[in-house]
């Protein structure tokens, strides 16, 4: 554990935590998160998962998690596919777009009032999914080449999976952006109106909540910029080298979200 600003868990009224490599390793519950989240209720703090892949609802995620024996209801769920279709509604409502992705981002997209349009659309948006090939590319490629606007649903460009890592949606946009020299713009992490959506949702000020991930690139950052207290855990993709890549760094780094609890609980001190 390494420690740069000790923070009082206790005094924390909010928490927000990525999802995978932090709650699961695929279908795999991590040390310590069934600890983590009964203290979360127990001591009623307010909390959101946060999780920048696009493919699920809420309501998938809250089975998913109760598949592995957490409860935890779909209000406490915000992703990036959420974000991306709550962009799109306050820029220009009712506009369509061609989406290449799973249910989560065609959910969230037909709820904001968005259409599907594979001819003209106002928007391409790419999220995560098993859609992704060729065709729909070149289909995506062409409808942008023509003026269509390019949205990513998040800016990571690789996640863990159980077995390393599977490319993510800034892996799976870059080719439309090289073949049409144009920028795509990303919602999910770290784009500050995602983390501000995700304080006004728990009804907190920046300074009461803390931004609980496993990468620097998106979590840490996000946490940082929006005036958040910062935990990196190591459970997932960032390891103790990586961060000293990196300019800015954590408040406190812990092995996994059960510390926690534990530094919550005065088991542990400052190593």
């Known amino acids: 554990m390494d420690t740069y600003n000790m923070i009082d868990f206790n005094e924390k009224k909010g928490f927000i935590c990525d999802m995978d490599g932090v709650i699961y390793h695929g279908n795999r519950v991590l040390p310590g998160v069934a600890e983590f989240i009964q203290w979360l209720h127990n001591e009623n703090k307010e909390y959101l998962f946060l999780t920048n892949n696009s493919g699920y609802t809420p309501r998938e995620l809250s089975q998913k998690l109760a ?31 061609f989406a290449i992705g799973e249910a989560g981002l065609l959910n969230a997209l037909y709820d904001a009032g968005i259409t599907m349009n594979d001819v003209n659309p106002d928007y391409v948006v790419v999220g995560e999914g098993r859609s992704y090939s060729l065709d729909t590319l070149t289909k995506a490629t062409n409808l ?29 946009v870059a080719p439309i952006e090289m073949a049409t020299g144009t920028q795509a713009y990303f919602c999910g992490k770290p784009n500050p109106l995602m983390m501000r959506t995700g304080l006004k949702m728990l009804h907190c000020h920046s300074a009461e909540a803390v931004m609980v991930g496993d990468r620097m690139d998106t979590d840490v950052i996000s946490g940082m910029e929006s005036g958040m207290s910062t935990v990196l855990v190591l459970s997932g993709v960032s390891t103790r080298e990586t961060i000293k890549t990196y300019a800015y760094r954590p408040s406190m780094v812990l092995n996994g979200v059960g510390d926690i609890v534990s530094f919550a609980r005065g088991e542990k001190t400052e190593d």
């Open 144 to 172: 942008v080449w023509k003026g269509a606007k390019l949205i990513g649903a998040n800016s990571d460009v690789s996640g863990p999976i159980e077995n390393g890592i599977v490319p993510a949606c800034r892996a799976l």
């Open 67 to 97: 598949r592995m024996g957490l409860d935890v209801t779909e209000e406490h769920f915000y992703t990036s596919a959420l974000a991306t279709a709550a962009f799109l509604r306050d820029q220009a409502p009712g506009c369509s777009v």
